[in-house]
């Protein structure tokens, strides 16, 4: 069965650090990879997908079919970065699961 | 103004009684999806539609119940077959070609007394 999988519930880092939020996932097709984020008191949205290979407010995420990781990767982490982020998978039959989520804290 | 609206916000119910909860969109998105958030254990996927008149289970459809009989609503019973309704509940829309991006309501607190 697909599954996404984010291991690290909370992740608290520096202002001006590095930060890397994990998500791998299970699909034996094609996956359509995306990340969402959910700031304070705001809904949830794109933030960014594996399709577009854009960067998206600094964040990048590479998609690795060898791995099957699809990992979210900032250099300097800023305190407006402070949210919940969601991995999120999309089949062919347009079922789009998401990973249980990752608080970040990011420390002034 | 485009969007995807969810009503009540919040909404209270006895145990034992069934209760519908609302999703309209003005998007013209084809596919509709309802999740449940819980703390810890992130978006968990309820039911989706791809289609009017067609939805698909989720992996937690066990009860709950959707209809789709029109693009722009995709409402969402919660029966009292459902073992812990008490939840937040969000809805989404999307295209799912082309411009794959979902966009969500801003979610209805349900609590069951």
């Not at chain 2, 039911?47 to 009860?63: C, L, M, P, R, W």
Request: proline fraction near 4%; charged fraction near 20%; glycine fraction near 8%.
């Amino acid at each position: 069965a697909q599954r996404v999988t984010q291991p690290e519930k909370l992740l608290s880092v520096f202002k001006g650090a590095p930060v890397e939020l994990k998500c791998n996932y299970s699909y034996s097709g094609s996956p359509e990879l995306f990340w969402y984020v959910q700031y304070s008191r705001q809904r949830l949205q794109l933030l960014l997908r594996h399709i577009s290979r854009e960067s998206i407010k600094g964040f990048t995420a590479d998609l690795n079919k060898g791995e099957t990781s699809f990992h979210l990767k900032k250099p300097f982490a800023q305190e407006e970065d402070s949210a919940m982020y969601y991995c999120a998978l999309l089949l062919n039959d347009y079922k789009l699961s998401f990973g249980a989520g990752t608080t970040v804290t990011v420390r002034a | 103004d485009g969007g995807i609206t969810q009503s009540p916000k919040y909404l209270f119910r006895k145990e034992g009684q069934n209760v519908t909860l609302s999703c309209e969109q003005n998007l013209n998105h084809d596919a509709m999806y309802w999740y449940r958030q819980d703390p810890g254990q992130g978006l968990r996927l309820i039911y989706y539609s791809q289609i009017v008149n067609d939805f698909q289970k989720g992996d937690i459809a066990e009860g709950y119940s959707v209809s789709r009989e029109k693009k722009e609503s995709f409402p969402l019973t919660v029966t009292s077959a459902q073992k812990n309704p008490t939840a937040f509940y969000l809805c989404a829309s999307m295209t799912p070609w082309g411009n794959t991006e979902a966009f969500f309501g801003q979610g209805t607190r349900l609590t069951v007394v």
